[in-house]
T-cell receptor
Framework: DPKIIQKPKYLVAVTGSEKILICEQY?????MYWYRQSAKKPLEFMFS???????DNQTASSRFQPQSSKKNHLDLQITALKPDDSATYFC?????????????FGPGTRLTVL | GQGVEQPDNLMSVEGTFARVNCTYS??????LSWYQQREGHAPVFLSY????GLKDSGHFSTFLSRSNGYSYLLLTELQIKDSASYLC???????????FGSGTKLTVEP
């Protein structure tokens, strides 16, 4: 059974629209993250959460808003979509504290903005 | 990118070894992780190092030199299925944020 679920797997959106990327983890972790990977760019950290609280945000744009309704959920809402937002978005989780270097990644949501 | 550098490509031969290099800026270092990523799939954790020296984990070994801002991942007895991208990620003191290199695509030939 998959331990980290991301939905949908593929997503096509039009410029200016709004989408929500879903992430659920069943590893019992209290820390969750979002990363983005664009073509020919490094995997880029976006947000980290611990016990449903935002710990770090390195996304310049307020168009990206994480939402944590339950401790094993961390969704990502993206508003006013732009073609540059096209990328694969990975959710990850880890144990708290010092073990946070071992992060488990979900399968990703590949977003294409037309 | 993000102060973590890796060569783009590396080729080696089945049954031999490959060394994937990673250099990083040394300010704010709190350990370095290695991940494997196959095309179209998520990164998978391989190893973590925070102390200088060689850490032997069988098929994968990792080396770290903090004073030089340098690490490598050594894969031995290569198999075709080891063909993948290998990402190094530096952990900075801020909360469990990993800064990834762009990855080295390893191709293992017969």
């Amino acid at each position: 059974d998959p331990k980290i679920i991301q939905k949908p797997k593929y997503l096509v959106a039009v410029t200016g629209s709004e989408k929500i990327l879903i992430c659920e983890q069943y590893l019992g972790h209290n820390a969750m993250y979002w990363y983005r990977q664009s073509a020919k760019k490094p995997l880029e950290f976006m947000f980290s959460y611990s016990y449903q609280k935002l710990m770090d945000n390195q996304t310049a744009s307020s168009r990206f808003q994480p939402q944590s309704s339950k401790k094993n959920h961390l969704d990502l809402q993206i508003t006013a979509l732009k073609p540059d937002d096209s990328a694969t978005y990975f959710c990850a989780s880890s144990q708290e504290g010092d073990r946070g270097y071992e992060q488990y990644f979900g399968p990703g949501t590949r977003l294409t903005v037309l | 990118g993000q102060g973590v550098e890796q060569p783009d490509n590396l080729m080696s031969v089945e049954g031999t070894f490959a060394r994937v290099n990673c250099t990083y800026s040394t300010s704010g270092f709190n350990g370095l992780s290695w991940y494997q990523q196959r095309e179209g799939h998520a990164p998978v954790f391989l190893s973590y190092v925070v102390l200088d020296g060689l850490k032997d984990s069988g098929h994968f070994s990792t080396f770290l030199s903090r004073s030089n801002g340098y690490s490598y991942l050594l894969l031995t007895e290569l198999q075709i299925k080891d063909s993948a991208s290998y990402l190094c990620a530096v952990r900075r003191p801020n909360y469990n944020v990993l800064y990834f290199g762009s990855g080295t695509k390893l191709t293992v030939e017969p």
